[in-house]
């Protein structure tokens, strides 16, 4: 899995039995959305993980070089992030297809 530059490295180590790798750690840190998409597949990597908004936007969504998980959250802190975790998983232990899937806060239920 690859994390994308605004994405926090300790979320990575959430996700538990999968290899995670930062944008930064590959050498990347320059690369923007469709470039860093496009690297992410040359180096096989099986899916990309991003709290950017705009990427699903900006991309062709019908073409995408690998799985990608967008995060919908209100700020990129951990703590913040952790409880996207088994929804995350999910996605990354079912076989994903190469699309965009979009992730949000679990929705609290009434009482």
């Known amino acids: 899995m ?3 530059h605004c994405t926090p490295r300790p979320f990575g ?3 538990v039995g999968h290899d995670v790798r930062t944008a930064f750690q590959m050498g990347w840190a320059k690369l923007q959305n469709g470039a860093l998409l496009s690297a992410a597949a040359a180096e096989e990597f099986g ?3 991003t709290v ?3 990427l699903s936007f900006q991309q062709n969504k019908g073409e995408m ?3 990608v998980v967008a995060l919908v959250v209100p700020d990129n802190k951990p703590q913040t992030l952790a409880p996207l975790v088994p929804g995350v998983l999910r996605v990354l232990n079912s076989g994903p297809q190469n ?3 979009v992730i949000g806060p679990p929705e609290r239920r009434g009482t």
């Open 47 to 49: 899916a990309f993980i």
């Open 2 to 4: 690859l994390l994308d």
């Open 65 to 67: 070089p690998l799985t």
């Open 99 to 101: 699309r965009v899937y």
């Open 13 to 15: 180590r959430l996700l």
């Open 52 to 54: 950017d908004r705009n």
